[in-house]
């Protein structure tokens, strides 16, 4: 069974550009959750997405937004990045999102903004 | 305001050497508490889910332990292959997930 991917692995931005992440869960997993991981602040979550619609949202800007398709997999976007966007950003996939599930996480992609 | 919180934030420890690690946590509306591993390049992977105090779970060299106020990880004659970084999260009752920042384990042959 194939776990999640996430695409691409590692993206060199400018200031002011915007990025578009994907992510593809686990076979048969209707939830996807999206994390930012830096060295300083550790893992912080970003939004939740269940069956197409945004179940839970963090604590980030506008300028961080998502959505997810009707197979599940999942986008994030993020417009006019600044400098400290630099991040890991993790997808994570469960089951029915019953919020007590275990996470099944991708192996994220590296963005660095220069 | 609600707080994860894990110490040490980094550990040493030789080929054998038992030792335990803390998450404690100030949350109101506790669901359920995590923990996770994550090796350097790759996403956390899953380890074990304590949803009341009292509760213990095992697999292999790690055991969780989870009071009401925190959990900790004990790890029983580690070996070089346990070096990771090791993730506690807790889940509130509106489905937010917070995680701590980590305790960097580091086993030595």
């Known amino acids: 069974k194939a776990g999640v991917t996430q695409t691409p692995r590692y993206l060199i931005k400018t200031r002011g550009q915007q990025v578009t992440l994907s992510c593809s869960p686990i076979?048969?997993?209707?939830?996807v959750s999206w994390y930012q991981q830096t060295p300083g602040q550790g893992l912080q979550f970003l939004f939740e997405?269940?069956?197409?619609?945004?179940?839970n949202k963090g604590n980030f800007p506008g300028r961080f937004s998502g959505r997810q398709f009707s197979n599940s997999r999942s986008e994030m976007n993020v417009s006019t990045l600044e400098l400290g966007d630099s991040a890991l950003y993790l997808c994570?996939?469960?089951f029915g999102g019953g919020g007590d599930e275990k996470l099944f996480f991708g192996s994220g992609t590296q963005l660095s903004v220069l | 305001e609600d707080q994860v919180t894990q110490s040490p934030e980094a550990l040493r420890l030789q080929e054998g050497e038992s030792s335990s690690l803390n998450c404690s946590y100030t949350?109101?509306?506790?669901?359920?508490l995590f923990w996770y591993r994550q090796d350097p390049g790759k996403g956390p992977e899953f380890l074990f889910t304590?949803?009341?105090a009292g509760e213990e779970k095992e697999k292999e060299r790690l055991k969780a332990t989870l009071t009401k106020k925190e959990s900790f990880l004990h790890i029983t004659a580690p070996k070089p292959e346990d070096s990771a970084t090791y993730l506690c999260?807790?889940?509130?009752?509106?489905?937010?997930?917070?995680f701590g920042a980590g305790t960097r384990l580091t086993v030595k042959p």
């Open positions: 994570a996939s469960s």
């Open positions: 076979s048969g997993h209707r939830s």
């Open positions: 997405y269940f069956s197409e619609t945004q179940r």
């Open positions: 949350v109101s509306g506790l669901r359920g």
């Open positions: 304590l949803y009341s």
């Open positions: 999260a807790v889940l509130h009752n509106n489905n937010d997930m917070r």
